[in-house]
């Protein structure tokens, strides 16, 4: 398979994710509410337990962004059931809510919260970088950070969560390139030193940047987020080396700029990028099917890895290190990750058909259009809560420990979340109690928020909120309280699975559509 092949199947398998197109018969979701027996270790006292969230998706104001751009052109579906308009203008409004959100978060047990400081508020024009922020978004970033500290809330904060200001990449002006650029990776180095120097106090775990791989599969190859372009897959190579470039020099960047133990443990922070990984299942055991779905799951989930923990390039993505300009420990990427960050949502089934020109057409992997035997979420993924053992069994030869940054469910119902809470929390308890090195955990997300370009269908909030009244009302959702319960009992316990009911069958001519950015 070659490179193009194999990033094109990518893309469409993580395009796959994105929920179903509502032509899909309700597949028997029944899944057994299974009782497992009861782990002896219990989480530690020192895990961190929290929510994550980004700035485009739960504050206002962000529009001299790409994003916004993208959201002019009409990229965003309105897909909300509430009949509101679907733009991150109207989102949850952290800024004017982020105290009470953060007692929010306390009074669930969290003693950590994922957060973003955003470049482009911070710096909406490009000659105030890096010197020169703007002092309102300043203060305010600073009283966010003081709010988690009052309330012993330790935060973990990304540098890059999807939007850029439209000084460094904007969608009608191609000398604006973003990460296609190859200087990109010193700008973003110069505000990771930036971000060191003014936040080291405050901060010891960082993350460089969100999801690599899904930011250049959306943008370059699906076409689901900006800049929307479809299958240029030599501009994702260059986007994706610029990524891993830009992580390796944002990480040297912070060390030598963040010289303060915001945490008082005495150690120095810690940097890592928050990396989306699934479990890619074969749909049959033909071994076509197989092979396609090694590749996938060796393409998302470890290259990146591999390239900034061994310092191992596969310049073309092709899964070999044998190509003309592959390197192998390259002193100059190698050793910058601290622990590693860990999305994990779920799987992708694959489907290998035909020649390796018929991937990018065709789509090999579309979860959605493959009868699977598991749950469904609200925007038609897979429940598959083992997988994030499996993922976490296939981090193991790093040596790194492992935060879990992202793990949730889009169920505005709450009818599925406190199971799906349960069962994924077992499988990190069970990780735990096996010897694995995992530190936290941060369920996405505290609140509903804006979902990129699937707008406010999916909903994936601890926290529904009311986007329809003016000051956005929050209310407590049913996974709030069994995430609760789980903190204080440091604990999943057979009884607590006894007490939740099996999945609800979902109606997916009701599904969120099919336009999510991954
Ligand atoms: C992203 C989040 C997003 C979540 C749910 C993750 O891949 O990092 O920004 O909201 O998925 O779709």
């Given at each position: 398979m070659k490179s193009s092949a194999l990033l094109a199947a990518l893309a469409l398998a993580l395009a796959a994710c994105g929920g179903g197109d509502g032509s899909k018969p309700a597949a028997d979701a029944s899944v057994d509410a299974y009782v497992p027996p009861a782990l002896t270790t219990k989480f530690p006292d020192t895990f961190l337990w929290g929510t994550a969230t980004a700035s485009y998706q739960v504050e206002k104001g962000l529009t001299n962004t790409d994003w916004h751009q993208w959201e002019v052109k009409g990229k965003v579906l309105d897909g909300d059931k509430d009949g509101m308009n679907d733009r991150a203008e109207d989102g949850p409004d952290f800024q004017a809510h982020y105290a009470d959100d953060l007692d929010r978060a306390k009074s669930l047990g969290?003693?950590?919260?994922?957060?973003?400081?955003?470049?482009?508020?911070?710096?909406?024009?490009?000659?105030?970088?890096?010197?020169?922020?703007?002092?309102?978004?300043?203060?305010?970033?600073?009283?966010?950070?003081?709010?988690?500290?009052?309330?012993q809330i330790q935060p973990l904060v990304t540098l890059f969560h999807w939007a850029l200001p439209t000084w460094l990449h904007d969608l009608d002006d191609p000398t604006k390139a973003g990460w296609e650029a190859a200087d990109m990776a010193n700008t973003f180095a110069a505000y990771a030193r930036w971000a060191g120097r003014e936040f080291g106090a405050e901060v010891d775990l960082w993350i460089t940047i969100n999801e690599p791989l899904v930011y250049v599969t959306t943008g370059w190859l699906s076409a689901n987020a900006p800049p929307g372009k479809f299958l240029q897959v030599d501009a994702a190579l260059d986007v994706g080396w610029n990524l891993i470039e830009g992580h390796a020099r944002a990480y040297d960047a912070l060390h030598q700029a963040d010289i303060m133990d915001a945490d008082g443990d005495g150690k120095p922070a810690l940097v890592s990028i928050a990396s989306h990984n699934r479990v890619f299942v074969p749909e049959t055991s033909d071994p076509q099917d197989k092979r396609a779905a090694e590749l996938l799951q060796r393409l998302s989930n470890r290259m990146f890895l591999d390239a900034v923990v061994k310092g191992d390039e596969d310049k073309n993505f092709n899964g070999s290190l044998d190509d003309p300009g592959d390197k192998k420990a390259d002193p100059m990427l190698k050793n910058r990750l601290d622990y590693i960050g860990l999305n994990y949502y779920g799987n992708s089934t694959v489907r290998y058909i035909g020649n390796e020109n018929s991937f990018p057409i065709i789509g090999l992997p579309k979860t959605e259009n493959l009868d699977t035997p598991y749950a469904k979420t609200e925007n038609n993924w897979d429940v598959y809560p083992h997988g994030l053992r499996d993922v976490l069994d296939e981090l193991k030869p790093y040596a790194l420990p492992i935060i879990i940054t992202e793990n949730g469910i889009a169920d505005r119902d709450d009818d599925m979340r406190p199971r799906y809470i349960v069962e994924h929390l077992y499988e990190v308890q069970r990780a735990i109690a096996d010897g694995i090195d995992v530190r936290g955990y941060m369920y996405w997300s505290l609140m509903d928020n804006f979902e990129w370009s699937a707008g406010y269908c999916p909903r994936f909030g601890l926290y529904h909120v009311d986007f329809t009244k003016p000051d956005r009302p929050r209310t407590e959702g049913a996974g709030a309280r069994t995430y609760r319960q789980i903190i204080a009992a440091k604990d999943v316990s057979p009884e607590l699975f006894r007490t939740l009911p099996a999945y609800p069958i979902q109606d997916y001519s009701v599904s969120c559509p099919h336009l999510s950015p991954f």
């Open positions: 969290n003693n950590a919260y994922r957060m973003e400081i955003s470049l482009a508020r911070l710096f909406p024009t490009r000659a105030q970088f890096p010197n020169n922020p703007d002092p309102t978004v300043l203060a305010y970033y600073h009283a966010v950070l003081k709010a988690c500290k009052d309330r």
